[in-house]
């Protein structure tokens, strides 16, 4: 479960090179970025309206505001890999920022 953005994010790297047709996001990666940019303001959008229906609502709208997170986490990740960036530099700056360098981890990544 851990290492889920690591193999997302495998899937995302091999969808550059797919053909549009075959994938959303090759789909997303051929419209280009301004559409990336739209689908992760949208994500955004939906995101905050859920997580206000969340405040005061029952397990169904938590569980919605859980997967609105999860398209806006998703398109943000596609947006990253457009620009040739990616979970692990994210994850870095937080690391660097809680106190624990993220030069380590960086170091040991896969090529
Ligand atoms: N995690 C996701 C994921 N989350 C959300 N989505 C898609 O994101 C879109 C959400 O946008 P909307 O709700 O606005 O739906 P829509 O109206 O169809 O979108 P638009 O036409 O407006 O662009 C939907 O089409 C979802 O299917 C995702 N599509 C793919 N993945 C992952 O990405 C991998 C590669 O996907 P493909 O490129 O499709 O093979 C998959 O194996 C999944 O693991």
């Known amino acids: 479960m851990s290492d889920i953005l690591d ?11 797919a ?11 051929h419209k280009g970025l301004n559409k990336i ?3 992760v303001g949208e994500e955004a959008t939906e995101t905050l309206l859920a997580a206000k229906d969340a405040e005061h609502g029952g ?7 859980i997967a609105e997170t999860a398209d806006l ?9 457009h620009l040739d960036l990616d979970h692990r530099d994210v994850l870095d ?4 920022r809680f ?13």
Do not use: I, N
């Open 7 to 17: 193999r997302l994010q495998a899937v995302l790297d091999q969808r550059r090179q």
């Open 19 to 29: 053909a549009p047709q075959e994938s959303y996001v090759a789909a997303l990666h």
């Open 37 to 39: 940019l739209e689908k």
């Open 59 to 65: 397990e169904a709208e938590r569980q919605a505001l």
């Open 73 to 81: 986490w998703f398109h943000s990740l596609v947006m990253l890999s």
């Open 93 to 96: 700056e937080l690391a660097r």
């Open 99 to 111: 106190g624990v360098s993220g030069h380590d981890e960086k170091a040991a990544r896969p090529q």
